[in-house]
């Protein structure tokens, strides 16, 4: 008796671990969330962003030759929901003012340079294309190619003498936008 009660109890407790591995598994983003908060010279950052994966795919390029994320079409700047950053005083964006607040933020990337846009539409699925009459500022960056290649989607701030740089990085492509404080 007490060999099948044994028995009966490895199982039970074999079927309940192979359950919770299975749901922290299968709940794992593919993409996961990061939030980066950033201080400089009384400008406080934060932005929340998903991070996909490169996985051998052709990330930027054209529509053609399936790139991901197509030359000339709407990206999130991520994956999941929309990515969104808040500046805490007013700032300059590439040399254009930007007021202090949460917008959304998003680009169109060229081959060449990306229109980047800070858009007043927060709280949506990054997956739909924004409101475009919401957008605040639209700049454009030239595109760096980076001499190594970056598997997941990674956006970084660092300060130099002109102020904050954020730093958008994926596959072998590097854009860097400058933020100044007002």
Same mark, same amino acid.
């Given at each position: 008796m007490?060999?099948?009660?044994?028995?009966?109890?490895? +199982? *039970?407790v074999?079927?309940?671990?192979?359950?919770?591995?299975?749901?922290?598994?299968a709940?794992?983003?593919?993409s996961?969330?990061? %939030?980066? %908060?950033?201080?400089y010279?009384?400008?406080?950052l934060?932005?929340?962003?998903?991070r996909?994966?490169?996985?051998?795919r052709l990330? /930027?390029?054209q529509?053609k030759? +399936?790139?991901?994320?197509?030359?000339?079409?709407?990206?999130?700047?991520?994956?999941? $929901?929309? %990515?969104?950053?808040? /500046?805490?005083m007013?700032?300059?964006? *590439?040399?254009?003012?930007?007021?202090?607040?949460?917008?959304?933020?998003?680009?169109?990337? @060229?081959?060449?340079?990306? $229109?980047?846009?800070f858009?007043? $539409?927060? +709280?949506?699925? +990054?997956?739909?294309?924004?409101?475009?009459?919401?957008?605040?500022?639209?700049?454009?960056?030239? *595109?760096?190619?980076?001499?190594?290649?970056t598997?997941? /989607?990674?956006?970084?701030f660092?300060?130099?003498? %002109?102020? *904050?740089?954020?730093n958008?990085?994926?596959? @072998?492509t590097?854009?860097?936008?400058?933020?100044?404080v007002?």
């Amino acid at each position: 008796m007490n060999k099948k009660l044994l028995i009966g109890t490895l +199982g *039970v407790v074999l079927v309940i671990s192979v359950y919770v591995a299975y749901r922290v598994l299968a709940s794992r983003p593919l993409s996961p969330s990061q %939030t980066i %908060t950033y201080s400089y010279h009384g400008l406080d950052l934060k932005l929340v962003y998903c991070r996909p994966f490169k996985k051998a795919r052709l990330i /930027f390029g054209q529509s053609k030759d +399936g790139a991901l994320v197509p030359n000339g079409k709407y990206w999130r700047l991520g994956a999941n $929901e929309a %990515t969104e950053i808040t /500046f805490s005083m007013d700032i300059n964006v *590439v040399g254009k003012p930007l007021k202090a607040g949460s917008y959304r933020l998003y680009a169109v990337p @060229k081959e060449l340079s990306w $229109e980047i846009s800070f858009n007043n $539409e927060l +709280g949506k699925w +990054g997956y739909d294309e924004p409101d475009y009459s919401k957008d605040v500022l639209k700049i454009n960056v030239p *595109v760096e190619r980076s001499p190594s290649e970056t598997e997941q /989607f990674t956006i970084s701030f660092n300060n130099d003498s %002109t102020g *904050v740089n954020m730093n958008l990085d994926w596959d @072998k492509t590097h854009l860097r936008v400058p933020i100044g404080v007002q």
